[in-house]
């Protein structure tokens, strides 16, 4: 069994900068790509960035260029840098870990102001 803790997500303006992180316990987290996820108010949720075990990183069309994964295996942890934030980035983050069983984190809240 394997939890999935976030932290980092707050209330920021637009233009500032956040850093999400989610620490995994147990011992398979090196083994796992990760990625982070989100999910507005009345919408969907949908893949933010992800990460191979390697650290090969795939990115949203929507963040790409503002918001950057990294993972330190040694940790057991994965970031998410996010700058140049925007509005439309408020929404509660998740951290993900693929794989049979995949695994959530419960969420923690972004709030980007105008």
């Known amino acids: 069994q394997v939890q999935l803790v976030e932290s980092g997500g707050g209330l920021v303006q637009a233009g500032g900068s956040l850093r999400l992180s989610c620490a995994a316990s147990?011992?398979?987290?090196?083994?796992?790509?990760v990625g982070w996820y989100r999910q507005a108010p009345g919408k969907q949720r949908e893949m933010v960035a992800t990460?191979?075990?390697?650290?090969?990183?795939n990115y949203a069309d929507s963040v790409k260029g503002r918001f950057t994964i990294s993972r330190d295996n040694a940790k057991n942890t994965v970031y998410l840098q996010m700058n140049s934030l925007k509005p439309e980035d408020t929404a509660v983050y998740y951290c993900?870990?693929?794989?049979?069983?995949?695994?959530w984190g419960q969420g923690t809240q972004v709030t980007v102001s105008s």
């Open positions: 993900y870990m693929f794989g049979r069983p995949d695994y």
């Open positions: 147990g011992s398979i987290f090196r083994f796992r790509s």
């Open positions: 990460s191979t075990s390697s650290g090969s990183a």
